[in-house]
């Protein structure tokens, strides 16, 4: 899982020039879309079920970061693209590497509801609607 990914952002780097990537544990054993309880009890020591990793950038190479780059200089210049893949000790895919990766596509507002986090929250970065869009949408236009 980790060596197809880390192509996917090599490529993504030698295409685009910068990139940011999130990635982390998703605790969803009953598979019903939502962050278990045992996620949050800090001292149980499970194993994660899944990881998700969120890519994004600006839709200009190489240009338009705001200063700190967290985030586009035109919040609607972002392009995201999030998969949540399952976390197993042997990986028994016989899929193409980009068509797994195509399988596994998230929303952001699903990789929120399995982790707890919250994305695109600063309405001075990211206004409500354009949001809105990033965290409901495929980003299948990365």
Do not use: Q
């Not at 190479?61 to 000790?89: F, M, Q």
């Not at 193409?96 to 507002?109: F, G, M, P, Q, S």
């Amino acid at each position: 899982m980790w060596s197809i990914i880390r192509k996917k952002i090599e490529g993504y780097l030698k295409e685009y020039g910068r990139l940011l990537v999130f990635a982390g544990p998703v605790y969803d054993f009953d598979y019903d879309g939502r962050r278990d309880k045992v996620a949050a009890d800090k001292g149980s020591g499970s194993k994660f079920s899944d990881v998700f990793v969120v890519l994004l950038r600006c839709s200009k190479k190489g240009a338009g970061w705001i200063e700190d780059g967290t985030a586009c200089v035109n919040a609607e210049d972002t392009r995201i693209v999030s998969y949540v893949l399952p976390h197993v000790k042997e990986d028994n895919n016989c899929l193409k590497e980009d068509e797994y990766l195509h399988d596994n596509v998230a929303t952001i507002r699903d990789v929120e509801r399995l982790t707890g986090l919250r994305f695109f929250s600063n309405p001075k970065k990211w206004p409500e609607k354009i949001a809105l869009r990033l965290r409901t949408t495929f980003g299948t236009n990365f």
